[in-house]
């Protein structure tokens, strides 16, 4: 479901004469249906102005639809990510720059937006009217690709008159300005448990049923019955975690008067029956760390509480938020334990399982939550992990059954991978900042070389291992094929941007063959029984363009 807020904007307290900004860089990006940008980290603030088409952009955990009127700001420290929809092109610029600020007569440059209100524009910002808004950044793009400096120089002019034009024409969204689309889309949101019909909502939409039904697809890229249906099931999951919970009273409660054709309805949605959803949910349980999602969801058992991020942990967030009763942070190096420790007190889980890696003021401050499970990081491989976790859990029955399903995966897929790709030998490099890694994690080392059996161009003296390497000693390992794992952040991808028109990048065996593949860090290293399950469907999706079921 799109969550869609708009911010109200505070010019009038931005200190306009102590200011400055700088275009750092700006893109022109066009792509169809297949074309992303995976959720990153900015170090800058971006602007995003779409010229033509419609998508979906993640501002942090924020989702908005992108579309021409309208432009969209992120702030440094934060992340985003965009999706075309399908069926669709979407043309549109990327604009990343700084802001400066005067202090002690001297310019600064403003590393947060949110919390210093040194930027009065941020979120999703409406422009009326938007017909120059094309053409401002026709001009921009114009200038900042001349190979003369002066009129480099006048793309940066050129960019304060794009700002100018958008606080001057910016649109707060009001329930008047709203389309009626939109206010009967509002409408199905709050009354998703009424008795709703096609025409119902067209008349509030102010259009015949048949112009609705159609209208209603090409805007949002889902059916309004099958958005009904999503806002009803996400509704019955949220009910479903209480542990007093009747089948039939949920079913009345988000409107349905048959619960049979309700659990019909949410097999079909949810692949499981309500009961058997309910069950799994009847212990709230706390996944402190994410891989315990991984090996939570490997037992059938979704987590009542568990980090979600759209971008550290991508899949869980896609497809499990609406499950997920209390989200943590999730970020990486997570800098966020105490707050996370708080939410969960407030939220009062049965159990917490967490890896052992953490601190003794953690453990003490988490050990106050619930009764909880440690699971042993570095002493045991993930099958005894997921063992272990599933004997306190009482589920050591599907704990063995899961595993016997995956050792009959990895057979099948071993076979398969093996007439796609022969004694080709493979090759993981991590790129991060202006770096470049021979690279090779627990997952990648269990999964990809050992389950797999694919052929490694590079044998360190450990089978887990990061070093740093150079283009010439990658064209000494001369490897078959390649797997980039590229830092999602703005270094990052503009030193990818340059490397890979290289001389010496496209001499590489593997990039002259076109046998280079990027991979994404979710699922290649979470280290638990769902990340490698479907490190194996990603494998076979890349190299033999074929995944099971």
């Known amino acids: 479901m799109i969550h869609h807020e708009t911010i109200k904007q505070e010019v009038d307290d931005f200190s306009w004469d102590a200011s400055f900004f700088r275009l750092r860089d700006m893109q022109f990006m066009k792509g169809d249906s297949n074309w992303r940008i995976e959720q990153q980290l900015t170090a800058s603030h971006v602007l995003i102005v779409v010229k033509s088409g419609q998508g979906r952009l993640t501002l942090d955990s924020d989702e908005y639809r992108l579309r021409p009127d309208t432009v969209y700001v992120c702030a440094p420290g934060e992340t985003y990510g965009i999706e075309v929809e399908k069926t669709r092109q979407l043309k549109m610029f990327l604009f990343k720059f700084d802001v400066f600020q005067v202090t002690e007569q001297r310019y600064e440059r ?48 050129a960019f304060q008159e794009l700002l100018y034009y958008i606080m001057k024409n910016r649109r707060l969204l009001s329930e008047e300005s709203r389309t009626s689309l939109e206010l009967a889309k509002e409408y199905m949101e709050r009354y998703f448990y009424e008795n709703l019909t096609i025409e119902q909502l067209a008349r509030i939409a102010n259009v ?16 309004a019955i099958d958005y009904l249906t999503e806002l009803r099931i996400n509704r019955a999951k949220q009910l479903m975690a209480q542990s007093d919970a009747k089948l039939r009273d949920i079913a009345h409660q988000v409107g349905y008067n048959d619960e049979f054709y309700f659990s019909r309805k949410f097999k079909k949605k949810v692949g499981v029956t309500p009961t058997v959803y309910m069950k799994s949910r009847r212990r709230k349980i706390a996944a402190y760390k994410s891989p315990i999602t991984g090996q939570l969801l490997a037992l059938k058992i979704i987590p009542y509480a568990a980090p979600l991020h759209p971008k550290w942990t991508a899949y869980y967030y896609k497809m ?18 105490e707050s996370n420790i708080k939410t969960l007190l407030h939220a009062r889980p049965d159990i917490v399982i967490s890896t052992d890696e953490l601190e003794e003021r953690e453990k003490e401050m988490l050990e106050q939550v619930a009764p909880i499970f440690y699971v042993p990081w570095m002493e045991k491989d993930w099958r005894e992990q997921l063992l272990l976790t599933a004997e306190f859990l009482g589920e050591t029955r599907e704990a063995e059954h899961w595993l016997k399903t995956y050792e009959r995966k990895v057979k099948l897929a071993r076979d398969q991978l093996k007439r796609a790709v022969g004694d080709d030998t493979f090759l993981i490099v991590r790129i991060s900042k202006q770096n470049l890694y021979v690279h090779c994690n627990r997952s990648m080392s269990e999964v990809f070389y050992r389950d797999l059996q694919m052929v490694p161009a590079y044998r360190g003296d450990r089978l887990v291992y990061d070093r740093q390497t150079t283009l010439d000693q990658l064209a000494q390992i001369d490897a078959d094929r390649l797997l980039l794992l590229i830092r999602q952040e703005e270094e990052t991808l503009d030193f990818w941007k340059t490397l890979q028109y290289s001389v010496p990048w496209q001499e590489l065996k593997a990039v002259r063959n076109n046998k280079v593949y990027l991979i994404p860090s979710d699922p290649w290293v979470e280290y638990s029984a769902y990340a490698h399950d479907r490190i194996i469907d990603e494998s076979l999706k890349l190299f033999s363009g074929d995944c099971p079921k």
């Open 320 to 337: 499990y938020r609406a499950d997920i009763s209390v989200p943590l942070s999730a970020y990486r190096k997570n800098q966020h334990w």
């Open 110 to 157: 403003v590393q947060r937006m949110k919390e210093e209100r040194l930027f009065p524009l941020q979120g999703e910002i409406q422009v009326s009217p938007a017909g120059q808004l094309g053409s401002l950044c026709d001009t921009i793009y114009h200038h900042w690709r001349s190979e003369d400096r002066l009129e480099r120089f006048h793309s940066q002019l």
């Open 208 to 223: 015949s049923p048949k112009y609705f039904v159609d209208l209603f697809k090409k805007t949002y890229g889902i059916s």
